[in-house]
């Protein structure tokens, strides 16, 4: 019989190749057997985000925090979920949150994209030149700049 780390380890591959279906089978499966792991409700909430199941993605996040797993990705991953549930309020309070404790170059891109969305290309720019200090080499950081830059007529 398989361990639970090859369980995890499988999901895991499975999340990162985009193959979100078969990873959701597994970290399910995990769960059920450890239900009050906090880590793995933030990673099943996480996936649920990537999914386009931003309510599932906000329950289990909102689960894992409340069991004490409070950190900037899943901050980060709760603004990422309101934002595609449409809570745009709710999306800022915790891409907030996430970028006032770490601003790291991930978090402040995702955030980037909050104000693309609103017109404020100027906040946009800002957040994306900070990120792209972080990590020159960021796709969407250079993308949602790009659109910025555009939206404010700089060609």
């Known amino acids: 019989m398989d361990e639970p780390k090859d369980f995890w380890l499988q999901a ?6 985009q193959r979100f279906e078969e990873a959701e089978k597994l970290y399910v499966m995990l ?13 099943l909430g996480s996936l649920y985000v990537q999914m386009g199941k931003p309510g599932l993605g906000i ?8 069991a004490g797993f409070d950190n900037c990705d899943v901050q980060t991953n709760l603004g990422l979920a309101y934002k595609k549930a449409g809570q745009l309020q709710k999306a800022r309070e915790y891409f907030d949150l996430s970028v006032s404790k770490d601003p790291s170059p ?11 969305e609103s017109g404020q290309n100027e906040k946009c720019i800002d957040l994306c030149e900070k990120a792209l200090q ?7 950081a250079h993308w949602n700049l790009a659109i910025s830059l555009l939206g404010e007529g700089v060609w």
Do not use: C
Not at 12 to 17: D, K, M, S, V
Not at 37 to 42: D, R
Not at 106 to 116: C, D, H, P, R, W
């Open 59 to 66: 329950h289990f996040l909102h689960a894992s925090m409340k």
């Open 106 to 116: 991930e978090a402040l891109t995702n955030y980037s994209g909050l104000f693309i």
């Open 12 to 17: 895991q591959a499975f999340h990162l190749e």
């Open 31 to 43: 769960l059920e057997q450890n239900h009050d792991n906090t880590g793995l409700m933030a990673t």
């Open 134 to 140: 972080g990590n020159p080499e960021l796709p969407i």
